[in-house]
């Protein structure tokens, strides 16, 4: 019976039925359920209509945004830098950048909100952006820095060849170049932060809530087809930002891990 | 010949460059004229990629000069230079299709849109790709990609086109018909070419100049004529086509000694009694049935149809191997006799008629050369620390499979066929080169131990 190559695949097809198609299935039963089994549209209506529930899932979206911007900005020029053979001879730099990587996150998010109040400083959005960009810059460095290390010299050799200045060259080859692998560090920070909610319930000492938190705290307070509601409007969301990065990306090129 | 200053458009002097403790180029002199078709050809490893990424400035130089007309390129940076360069492997931008990537360097200078549309549209025709400016870089086929690498630089009309090894990745069908387009190319838009080969073949095909390369350093420059017809060396003379090299004797002018027999040539000037190369094409000795008009003898030992012509291989009535091409078969086996023409034979000097190391004495009998030590035979009036000079002949360097037998160990990095034994060349760790004569099959890059008899040394003390 193991003669054919698909057999191999039931035990994933069962697993990936039992833990990620039953549960989707489960959200979407009870987000159009009310408390009694009966049909209703009142629980999504309610993100819409609920100003809680808006103002907080804005604010995710900003925090997530700016936080993708921050891990950007820095993750880039670091990935350049771990790429280039001249700035980076040893493998130790990367690995600077990984180390974090092997604490436990909510550890490490508690061990910073302690250094900032051991400072005095005021937890806020602040801290929690310093947090956050500390907790995720490893994902948006790593595929730049793949796409980076895999691109051919000769790309940024033949651009100069033909009349363009450094900055040129990153403009006009490097940067282009390494959109698929800025896109899928993009999906691998925004997609996170986006539903995020212990980070921020530490760092900000629970003054900022993101949509995240406020999910959970629908579950906590037993309100299972809220919950639900909104987790599937996040769903949508990020399954919506998916399709749209994946749909540009150049499938030759992917850098996604 | 004396070059009018003039015509040259780059001039390369004293170019040297070392990666780690690695020679890549050694003292390079070179000029190339303009509008000429000049080939650095060489095998791998020789330096002719590097010298080109030198005139391209993606490479400095650890001493020396490259003039463009007559001014100093060095500090330059490559996007400064009014040179362009064909890349190996295309390096077509791929997020760009055919249009963007040959405007690309246009763009850059700001030059006007219509003017680009003309000159993109022109480039396109030449190189016979005019309907697909609008392809995605990635759909085109290796030939394709090619041109239109071709075509991104020659749209800037750069003062001298730089090519690395472009036919390498296509086949050979394909290689053939591009050989003749550049050279097409180059008759129609006059711009010098300088392009980077391993294959003899397309550089004798393409070339006006051949730079012949070998370990960091130039063999032979020449037209194609010279560099086949009057090698240089045993370097050039195996690497460019086909040839028979032995080991021969100048008796006197016009009168030279090789595989046993006395040969007129066409040479003067060696001196008497001088050993020399000969080197005589396979194509150039002429095979028979008839014994008693030949000049020698011998058994025909393999006979191979090449298409074109048979090639055979003959063992003189002397013990010698030859290689022979003929039109006709000779069968296997059959005596054959032979005869070569005195403008055939082409004698060479020897560059070594034996090994010279410098060592140092540790004791009497001890001696520190080629970074190792040696036993040598007790030396009357040296003592410790005196400077040496030792001399062994080729065929006196015993090669083990062993490390442990030998004082030091070195690689195999050429051998040449000698028609009776093999002329090897073994480079130590430390850069030492060592010629042996060995009867042994060895490979290129095998590790061999080497050892020297003490007898077989003759050392004399260098006079301060």
Redesign the interface.
Known sequence: MFKKRSTWAIPYVIFMALFVVLPLLLIAFYAFTDGTGHFTVKNLMNFFTDGKFLNSFFVSLEVALENTLICLAIGYPVAMILASKDLNKSAVTALLFILPMWINALMRTMATAEIFNAFGIQLGKGTLLFGMAYDYLPFMIYPIYNILNKM?A??A?????????PA?VFL??TL??S?PGIISGVMMVFMPTVSTFAISEILTNNTIQLFGSVIQEQFYNMMWNQGAALALVMLIIIGLTTVFSSGKE?E??GGLI | MKVDPKDIIIDIQHISKAFGDKVVLDDINLYIKKGEFLTLLGPSGCGKTTMLRMI???LGADSGVILLDGKDISPM????RP???V???Y?????LDVYDNVA??LK??KTPKEEIDQRVKKVLKLVSMSDYEDRDV?SLSGGQQQRIAIA??LV?QPKVLLLDEPLAALDLKMRKDMQIELKEMHEKLGITFVYVTHDQEEALTLSDTIVVMNEGKIQQIGTPMDIYNEPVNSFVADFIGESNIVNGTMICDRKVEFIGHEFDCVDEGFGENVPVDVVVRPEDIYIMNNLDAAQFTGTVQTCIFKGVHYEMTVITKEGYEVMIQDYNCFEVGSEVGMLIKPADIQVMKKERICNTFEGEMLSDSRIWMLDAEFDCEPQEGLSKGDMVKVEVPFGKIDLRDNLDEGSTDGSVSFILYKGNHYHLTVITPEGHHIYVDTNDVWDKNDIVGIHIDPADMKITKISE
């Open positions: 051919d000769s790309y050799e033949a651009a100069a060849d033909l009349g363009a200045k040129t006009k080859v282009p170049l959109m150049d030759t090129q | 391209a400035g993606f940076p490559p996007h400064e040179l362009n360069t890349f190996q492997k390096a077509l931008f791929p997020h690309f360097g850059l200078k990635n991104r630089a800037n």
